[in-house]
């Protein structure tokens, strides 16, 4: 297989045990997919385009910079589900996870200098990717978008057997709900250009584990090539 972007966070024994137990081939999808959007707002990106540490002064759980181009990549992601008539779901924690800032000990948590104006934007998705009519929207309390909320019922309603995966934190909400979403028996995909993380070394491993797992870590061009696939076979059932 060809080097991916977690091998440089190896050690040499992981690079080893790669070469003898590492996955070889993809396990492929299905032709039922749904895009799933998990966590694509604003305060986890911050309002402005700037740097992780900048952007952390004024918003904590900022990803940075590394946040916004993987919501650039989602634009195009995006645009390809909606082209083709993918079904598209987007999930969001209730109260888009403010409340965890003035909670616990982590340093700097309860000092965001926030209005309650910046609060309320920090709870939407951002623009970029929001939601058009027609598409639904799903809350949250936990890090899986599957637990306590309708997310598995929607599947099924969409006799899906797939379920491709954007948003973050690849470690967190993203994990969980591929992890979920594997348990369940549906094909889980996620694209590697779309996710996002606060930390590199997390992102990566990650990435990892899941595509040794519980996925297909894919790239962009493999999903939308996918995505067109699976829209001309729909738009050849129509002209059948």
């Known amino acids: ?16 045990h790669d070469e003898l137990w590492g996955k070889q081939s993809l396990n492929g999808f299905g032709e039922k997919p749904v895009l799933v959007l998990i966590d694509m707002y604003y305060s986890v990106v911050g309002l402005k385009r700037e740097d992780i540490f900048e952007s952390m002064k004024l918003w904590p759980m900022s990803t940075g910079l590394d946040g916004w181009a993987a919501i650039d ?14 079904p598209v779901i987007h999930v969001k924690g209730m109260n888009s996870g403010i409340n965890h800032w003035t909670k ?5 948590r309860a000092k965001t200098g926030l209005t309650p ?8 998705i951002v623009d970029e990717v929001k939601p058009i009519p027609g598409e639904i929207i799903i809350e949250k309390a936990a890090a899986s978008a599957f637990h306590g909320t309708p997310l598995l019922f ?6 899906a057997d797939t379920v491709i995966c954007a948003g973050e934190t690849t470690s967190g909400c993203v994990r969980a709900s591929v ?3 594997a348990t369940y028996r549906f094909q889980m995909g996620v694209v590697e250009e779309c996710v996002y993380d606060r930390t590199q070394s997390s992102h990566y491993m990650n990435l990892y584990d899941m595509h040794q797992k519980y996925a297909d870590v894919i790239g962009l061009d493999y999903a939308v090539d996918y995505f067109d696939q699976i829209g001309a076979a729909k738009k050849e059932k129509v002209e059948a």
């Not at 616990?104 to 700097?108: A, F, I, Q, T, V």
């Not at 910046?118 to 939407?124: A, F």
């Not at 929607?154 to 006799?159: A, P, R």
Request: net charge positive; hydrophobic share 30%; aromatic share 6%.
């Open 1 to 16: 297989m060809e080097k991916r972007t977690w091998h440089d966070f190896f050690t040499e024994q992981d690079k080893r």
């Open 73 to 86: 990549k989602t634009v195009e992601l995006l645009a390809s589900a909606r082209k083709n008539g993918i």
């Open 104 to 108: 616990g000990s982590r340093r700097g």
């Open 117 to 124: 104006e910046m609060i309320e934007k920090g709870r939407q």
């Open 154 to 159: 929607q599947l099924i309603s969409l006799n």
């Open 179 to 181: 992890v979920d979403g």
